[in-house]
Antibody, heavy 118, light 107 residues
Framework: EVQLVESGGGLVQPGGSLRLSCAAS????????MNWVRQAPGKGLEWISY????????YYADSVEGRFTISRDSAKNSLYLQMNSLRDEDTAVYYC???????????WGQGALVTVSS | DIQMTQSPSSLSAFVGDRVTITCRAS??????LNWYHQKPGKAPKLLIY???SLQSGVPSRFSGSGSGTDFTLTISSLQPEDFATYYC?????????FGGGTKVEIK
């Protein structure tokens, strides 16, 4: 069974940093591209970052470019999102999801809540 | 960026009803259109990919159609577990973008 489990969410002050992790199991993680998608409270879905299976291709949404960094460690079957210079508007549930680019997001984690507030 | 517009934004229906949700892209996206639903407090779940392909394990009452700029998700006979918010998403170009969602509620 495919499982994606996010961790690392929490409360952080504006301007602060946080690192999210996504532990993958039940599939060949090293063969799949991965993404982070977020959802602000009561709002819709927003894609924020993509990383290819080999990490050779990375994309970011304009809203996080220069502040967030996506990475992966295939030896640990893990995906990461380093979030710096956090703003109030970054408050959201952050989901990791497999697939993406020209393909759909076929598996999703349960989400990690990030709250940016003073 | 490609804008995705869903309609309606919400609807009320009875169990057993046929339900149709539409999604329009601001430019042609060929068949690079995917549908998800999301229940409160849960992660989205993929229903349809490439406009009309049913994801493994998804009931056959769900179907998708369309190409270019206009797409449709149809639920042939609404079931109690189908009450959720539905999102379309284009995977034609970066950044991938989602529609605003359609909330399907019980009448």
């Amino acid at each position: 069974e495919v499982q994606l489990v996010e961790s690392g969410g929490g409360l952080v002050q504006p301007g602060g940093s946080l690192r999210l992790s996504c532990a993958a199991s039940g599939f060949s993680f090293s063969s799949y591209s991965m993404n982070w998608v977020r959802q602000a409270p009561g709002k819709g879905l927003e894609w924020i970052s993509y990383i290819s299976s080999s990490s050779s291709t990375i994309y970011y949404a304009d809203s996080v470019e220069g502040r967030f960094t996506i990475s992966r460690d295939s030896a640990k079957n893990s995906l990461y999102l380093q979030m710096n210079s956090l703003r109030d508007e970054d408050t959201a549930v952050y989901y990791c999801a497999s697939g993406g680019y020209s393909y759909a997001y076929d598996h999703w984690g349960q989400g990690a809540l990030v709250t940016v507030s003073s | 960026d490609i804008q995705m517009t869903q309609s309606p934004s919400s609807l009320s229906a009875f169990v057993g009803d046929r339900v149709t949700i539409t999604c329009r892209a601001s430019q042609s996206i060929s068949s690079y259109l995917n549908w998800y639903h999301q229940k409160p407090g849960k992660a989205p779940k993929l229903l349809i990919y490439a406009a009309s392909s049913l994801q493994s394990g998804v009931p056959s009452r769900f179907s998708g159609s369309g190409s270019g700029t206009d797409f449709t998700l149809t639920i042939s006979s609404l079931q109690p577990e189908d009450f959720a918010t539905y999102y379309c998403q284009q995977s034609y170009s970066t950044p991938p973008t989602f529609g605003g969602g359609t909330k399907v509620e019980i009448k």
